[in-house]
């Protein structure tokens, strides 16, 4: 098992790896740019030096992304499932520049068109994202919800269904969040 914490990229994504390294971190996660914004600026090439030398002189095993809240993958059609796809795909390429191996993505909110609905919409969109994406090696790591609202991801089976059903299935991995498992109702 390895110990870490979500690091602030406060001045710069090298600060979070040393953010890390100050708690005993043994793993850490960032967001790639502002989880409150839809698109960000992708690292500049003096950045990306920094962040790479600092990773390679820290004792970090890995550096995970976290995608931006806004995104939302289950949506229906919509100017915002549209401006959701967009972003993941810029925050890939974000993460692909920082030689991230994961990004962690809430699965999405169907807003009340059922659950079915909205595993096909979060399976048609991460084809979309992928396909616009498949030079790159980031994966998307799925993580379980708490099941707030219309919250897909609060039961495995969510999971497993967009795992089964993707046309890329090796671009996927499960994030497992125990705090969001206990208030799903799974007894750990």
Known sequence: MLFGAHCSTAGGFH??????????????????????????????????????????????????????YLINLAAGASSNRDISLRSLIQEIEIATLLNLPFLVLHPGAHLGTGDQAGIDQIVAGLNEVFTATKASQVRIALENTAGQGSCLGHRIEHLAEVFDRVDQPRRLAVCLDTAHFFAAGYDI
């Open 15 to 68: 600060l979070a790896v040393q953010r890390s390294e100050q708690i005993g971190g043994e793993i850490c996660q960032i967001f790639v740019k502002n989880n409150m914004q839809w698109f960000g600026k992708a690292p500049a090439e003096p950045q990306l030096g920094l962040f790479g030398d600092e990773l390679r002189k820290s004792k970090l095993l890995k550096v995970f992304g976290h995608t931006g």
